[in-house]
């Protein structure tokens, strides 16, 4: 098959704490005549998952540092969302113009630690990313099995920003039952030429193609089905393998 397609699935309801998400979405594809389908790619943005894991704080009940009080001051920014942020980094990597990149729990490099102020219910409310997207990931696969019999991957993702680049894409931040990036090394091209680097990160470039459906804030779609990829499958890749390690990284 040369050609694939990109379902979002609407009728959600405002997830809180404790839904099933698996659940919910398989009865909303149901519903609207897309039901799941073996071989189906589920990308899910991550503020769903996070609000069904409880991972959601409100900023009225944060205690600000003095550290963070010093980093917001200058920027006319919110000392307890830069709270917030400190305590979901392990590095900060850049900090500058308002901006704060930094490394992740998790292990990403993004601005505010992933800290999501948007699709969150509450003026004051913010959500965090999951603490393990991968396991998150790996837990709606299983149970959408269990409530289908369909085997699918599972991709959790996000918004990122990218050095050099204006505007911001999708990412993979979870992945379950695919490999998050394809090796085309040693592969041949259109004249016959060996490649040598060729890595695709097709778990990004998918999450990425979802964001075309479902980032559309004002239809409520947080969650897509991709149908006809044939993509390589694996029980046990992560989406940490998309992460380049610091001895490669020419920007830090």
């Known amino acids: 098959m040369n050609s694939i397609k990109i379902i979002g699935i609407k009728g959600l309801p405002i997830v809180k704490e404790g839904n099933n998400l698996a659940e919910l979405l398989c009865k909303a594809a149901e519903k609207q005549g897309t039901p ?25 009940k944060i205690k600000p540092s003095e550290f963070a009080k010093k980093i ?21 990597v850049r900090m500058g113009d308002g901006k704060l990149i930094t490394e992740t729990k998790q292990g990403f490099v993004c601005a505010n630690s992933g800290v999501d102020k948007s699709n969150v219910p509450g003026e004051r409310v913010v959500a965090l990313l999951p603490a393990n997207p991968d396991i998150s ?22 918004t990122h920003g990218r050095p050099l680049r204006e505007g911001e894409i999708n990412i993979a931040i979870g992945v379950a039952g695919l490999k998050p990036i394809r090796d085309r090394r040693n592969e041949k091209d259109l004249f ?40 390589p499958k694996s029980e046990d890749a992560k989406a940490t393998e998309l992460i380049r390690p610091k001895e490669k990284d020419l920007f830090r």
Do not use: W
């Open 36 to 60: 799941i389908q073996d071989g189906d790619i589920i990308v899910i943005t991550h503020v769903i998952v996070s609000r069904a894991e409880g991972r959601i704080l409100n900023l009225d």
């Open 192 to 231: 016959g030429y060996v490649l040598r680097v060729k890595q695709t990160a097709i778990a990004d470039e998918l999450a990425s193609a979802a964001e075309l459906v479902i980032g559309q804030a004002d239809e409520g779609i947080p969650v897509a089905i991709i149908r006809g990829y044939n993509y």
């Open 137 to 158: 990931a790996q837990k709606i696969r299983e149970e959408i099995k269990n409530l289908t019999g369909c085997d699918v991957a599972v991709i959790i993702s996000d």
């Open 72 to 92: 917001a001051e200058p920027y006319e920014k919110d000392p307890a969302l830069v709270e917030i942020v400190l305590r979901e980094a392990v590095n900060i």
